[in-house]
């Protein structure tokens, strides 16, 4: 279903049947929600502002009791905007709603610390940050 690049990854562990994601996604993460989407999952894909960043009211109504993951791109790899990925995360702590962040992008150019972000699951591309690669998260499933 997924390319070796992209960053979803599929079992039987979710507890629902939908995803909230941006629509300015980078297509390694966009192309992986379009295919649960065919395969029966809710997919929303929440717009941008003029700003190009993403409206945290608009995620938060979003987000339903079904909701299995939230992905939001930290740094966009074409106009530079950084998503508040601390509110974010902050979001879906407080809905219990697990919590990926696409920081490829963000490598090596903004100061990353993870570990304040309990509901957070990253992925890294290492040429990015000058390593041969590294990875942090959890198998995600949309049943």
Same mark, same amino acid.
């Given at each position: /279903? *997924?390319?070796?690049?992209?960053?979803?990854?599929?079992?039987?562990? !979710?507890? #629902?049947?939908?995803?909230?994601?941006?629509?300015?996604?980078?297509? !390694? %993460?966009?192309?992986?929600?379009?295919?649960?989407?065919?395969? #029966?999952? =809710?997919?929303?894909?929440? &717009?941008?502002?003029?700003? #190009?960043?993403?409206? +945290? =009211?608009? +995620?938060?109504?979003?987000?339903?009791?079904? @909701? =299995? +993951?939230?992905? /939001?791109?930290? =740094?966009?790899? $074409? @106009? &530079? %905007?950084?998503?508040?990925?601390?509110?974010?995360? $902050?979001?879906?702590?407080?809905? &219990?709603?697990?919590?990926? @962040?696409?920081?490829?992008?963000?490598?090596?150019?903004?100061?990353?610390?993870?570990?304040?972000?309990?509901?957070?699951? *990253?992925?890294? /591309? &290492?040429?990015?940050?000058?390593?041969?690669? /590294?990875? @942090? #998260?959890?198998?995600?499933?949309?049943?």
């Amino acid at each position: /279903m *997924t390319a070796d690049d992209e960053i979803i990854y599929l079992d039987n562990n !979710a507890h #629902g049947k939908h995803v909230v994601t941006s629509a300015v996604e980078h297509s !390694a %993460v966009l192309r992986p929600y379009q295919d649960l989407e065919k395969h #029966g999952c =809710a997919v929303m894909f929440l &717009g941008v502002d003029r700003h #190009g960043n993403v409206d +945290l =009211a608009e +995620l938060e109504a979003a987000i339903r009791p079904e @909701t =299995a +993951l939230v992905s /939001m791109m930290w =740094a966009n790899n $074409e @106009t &530079g %905007v950084l998503f508040p990925v601390e509110k974010i995360a $902050e979001i879906c702590r407080q809905k &219990g709603v697990l919590f990926h @962040t696409d920081a490829v992008q963000a490598v090596g150019k903004i100061p990353i610390r993870p570990i304040f972000f309990p509901f957070l699951r *990253t992925n890294f /591309m &290492g040429q990015k940050a000058w390593a041969r690669f /590294m990875s @942090t #998260g959890e198998r995600v499933s949309v049943r």
